[in-house]
């Protein structure tokens, strides 16, 4: 395991536990080509493996056609303008004008551990645990070094890339499209599997072949978005959930980006994730250095599942920091769907002595409670407490609160300005806008710019404010608009195309406050729902609030969709009241539980006004959420059956890292004809080993391997949308 370099043939070759990753140097120029990723191999033969000897010949050998060289070579980091007409990784504007840049390879360091990137998200692990790649390469007309980055860690199948550009010239340039990963590949017929939605109805599933030339998703919103998630998966038709290979790309990265397929005239693929293009241009100063955001590929050869179980290792290990990440978390109740904007300190105690009383930890004040906010219309910068609505201040509610045994988290939304806030009065030009033109508002309120310096100050001293102000142990951080009227007065002409990347680098800067000055408090980020779920932003927060959609059913593809790249643990997801407030529908309070229970769980209901069969399922619930928390958040979860796919049930599986437990969860969408039980075949299970299953109100016990080939029966139940769980516990163990 680890990186070497094959001095002879000038190879290097990357592995993981089961993957292999390998480029060369090519030809005096020193071309850096891409070689393989995929299942791991031994061999590393360099003429063999590059094809240089097949035509069109490397230009040491065939000057005459150094072009159809260029347009066939698979460049490990393509540049534009030099006759290699696929999508280039780096396009570079020179002083003069010029769209041209060439790299060739200089030197490399390999050392164990790896570097953050500074300012932005990056997947860490410590020494001994992750070996690190660093090739430079050269433009020397330009004066310009790029250094691609590579990390493979000891216990995942994820290769960790980013690349930086330091101009080293004498004169600006201009970065007009740098990616953070380009991967040239033969087509083997490949699929793409993307993620899409809108508000309230994120991260769908949708699988299509690739065609000849362009195709893939991207953002240009300024934040991930609800639209097309900044992921991608390549696989070959005969991929399934459990056997095939995979290929999976994930931003670290929460803004603008891209992530593009090209099917060439050769039948090769180039597969690139990065910034978005079209609205970003960085000037580059002599002396000056841009990183690239990160980029997480995984290969499996295990179907979605092996990627899945990369993914979720990954993420938990390398992605997620601070002193929840690996904790359960206190069951929340949110005020939001309860009471919306209408509600004053005794409303919300109201609510939480009765929540108290339930088995709920902490109460959550969502939007509502700042400056002159009665709607959302208004207030949004103004970041004091309405002591009007709040008697007493924030510091005596929190008190009362605390004094039920529970904690206290509180919503922000601090990136947002209204037009009617003394914020905006006093400062009309920090929200983004092109001077001279009205600015198109969404949900009534403008964006702060958040790439100078002084609004970025302002609204941390006023969020600390309120944050030492009273025992705040939990904070919701939403986002409930994209960017657009991109326009910033604190930047000159020339770096107008920075403002998205530098908006998203200021976010990122109070995110790291918060976390790194209130250690204790836990974060969990929202943007309308899940309009900016991403693994940056999980580098922040360890939870992220999933989708505005709390609908037991439609919250099934919402977050099979999201648990395809990441853990349970980061997926917030609440029980709410019926008929639900996004789409009417009526749902048992026990299957709201079972589908709560597959997130971070909590509830998002006025208690005050729900019936005594509610309050003692809430109970249940919470005795439940004790007992499997610990299993769910840190077991490997498995995808049994989808909803989306088959319209009768959906079904999905936790199995302990020790093998000693697991859990089913099965919801039913629409009653079968003919009331029979259903046979789901479960996975992860010790073929030899014997389980007593509990569920369904039977007990019995049965191998693994009659579980996961011949399955685990699941009686029919009368009603729509009625859930079961089974507990399986290996025998050995519970003897
Ligand atoms: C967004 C969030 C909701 C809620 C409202 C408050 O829509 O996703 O959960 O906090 O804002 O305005």
Not at 5 to 14: A, G, S
Not at 257 to 266: G, H, L, P
Not at 405 to 410: D, P, Q, Y
Not at 693 to 699: C, L, S
Request: proline letters at 4%; charged letters at 25%.
């Amino acid at each position: 395991m680890g990186i070497v370099y094959y001095e002879q043939d000038r190879i290097f070759k990357l592995d993981t536990p089961r993957t292999s990753y390998m480029m060369g140097v090519v030809d005096k120029e020193g071309f850096l080509g891409h070689i393989y990723y995929g299942k791991k191999v031994s061999g590393h033969e360099l003429a063999y493996l590059l094809r240089t000897e097949e035509p069109p010949f490397v230009p040491s050998r065939n000057e005459r056609d150094r072009l159809s060289f260029l347009d066939k070579f698979p460049m490990e980091y393509p540049t534009h303008g030099i006759g290699d007409f696929r999508e280039a990784a780096l396009r570079v504007r020179s002083a003069a004008g010029h769209k041209f840049c060439t790299l060739s390879y200089v030197s490399h360091k390999i050392f164990s551990g790896k570097k953050g990137i500074e300012g932005l998200p990056a997947s860490f692990a410590g020494e001994g645990k992750c070996t690190t790649l660093e090739i430079l390469c050269r433009d020397a007309h330009l004066g310009m070094e790029v250094v691609l980055s590579y990390s493979v860690f000891e216990d995942s199948d994820v290769i960790a890339r980013h690349a930086e550009v330091a101009n080293q010239g004498r004169e600006r340039i201009f970065l007009e499209k740098i990616v953070s990963m380009s991967l040239d590949m033969d087509n083997r017929c490949f699929e793409a599997l993307t993620l899409h939605g809108s508000w309230a109805r994120e991260c769908h599933r949708e699988r299509r072949p690739l065609g000849r030339g362009f195709q893939g998703i991207g953002s240009r919103r300024g934040i991930s978005g609800h639209q097309d998630h900044p992921f991608m998966a390549l696989m070959t038709p005969a991929t399934s959930q459990e056997s095939g290979e995979v290929y999976g790309v994930q931003m670290v990265y929460s803004g603008n980006y891209e992530i593009r397929a090209e099917v060439s005239q050769f039948g090769t693929v180039r597969w690139q994730a990065g910034l978005e293009g079209e609205d970003f241009c960085w000037a580059l100063e002599p002396g000056e250095r841009f990183a690239s955001p990160e980029a997480l590929l995984t290969y499996s050869d295990r179907g979605l599942d092996g990627m899945t179980g990369s993914y979720h290792d990954f993420i938990r290990c390398h992605i997620l920091r601070g002193e929840y990440k690996d904790r359960k978390r206190p069951i929340l109740i949110n005020n939001w769907e309860a009471t919306y904007f209408d509600f004053d300190t005794e409303k919300l105690l109201s609510i939480a002595r009765e929540a108290a009383k339930l088995g709920i930890e902490m109460l959550v004040m969502d939007d509502g409670w700042f400056g002159n906010r009665r709607d959302e219309f208004r207030s949004l910068g103004d970041w004091y407490v309405n002591e009007e609505k709040l008697k007493g201040g924030l510091s005596y509610l929190v008190e009362e609160v605390n004094k039920l045994g529970m904690k206290f988290g509180i919503w922000f939304e601090p990136e947002m300005i209204s037009p009617d806030s003394d914020l905006y009065r006093a400062h009309p030009d920090w929200a983004i806008a092109v001077p001279g033109r009205t600015p198109s508002m969404a949900r009534g309120q403008y964006v702060l710019d958040l790439s100078r310096r002084e609004v970025v100050d302002c609204v941390w001293e006023q969020v600390e404010a309120v944050l030492r102000s009273a025992n705040v142990e939990y904070v919701k951080w939403d986002m409930n608009r994209p960017l657009c009227d991109l326009g910033s007065l604190g930047l000159p002409p020339e770096r107008q195309g920075e403002l998205a990347h530098r908006y998203m680098l200021g976010v990122y800067e109070l995110q790291e406050r918060l976390v790194t000055r209130f250690p204790h408090i836990l974060l969990e980020n929202c943007a309308s729902g899940g309009g900016r779920f991403d693994a940056g932003m999980l580098y922040y927060s360890p939870q992220i609030w999933c989708s505005d959609d709390t609908d037991a059913i439609e919250r099934l593809a919402i977050q099979e969709g999201t648990a395809l790249i990441y853990p349970l643990s980061t997926i917030g997801a609440h029980v709410s009241n019926c008929p639900n407030h996004a789409v009417g529908r009526n749902t048992p309070f026990e299957t709201r539980g079972y589908v709560a229970l597959a997130g971070t769980f909590g509830y998002e209901l006025d208690v005050t006004r729900i019936s005594e069969e509610d309050k003692e399922m809430i109970q249940e619930q919470a005795a439940l959420y004790h007992k499997y928390n610990d299993l769910i958040r840190e077991g490997d979860y498995y995808r049994i059956a989808s909803a989306a796919e088959n319209h009768l049930y959906d079904c999905w599986q936790v199995v302990g890292k020790d093998g000693k437990e697991s859990l089913v969860t099965w919801i039913q969408v629409l009653c079968g004809p003919g009331r029979q039980s259903h046979m789901v075949r479960l996975k992860g299970l010790e073929e030899s080993a014997r389980y007593r299953v509990e569920g369904a109100g039977e007990e019995v016990e049965l191998s693994g391997d009659i579980l996961m080939y011949v399955g685990l029966r699941i009686p029919d139940r009368r009603g729509d949308f009625a859930g079961q769980v089974f507990h399986l516990v290996r025998v050995e163990e519970a003897e």
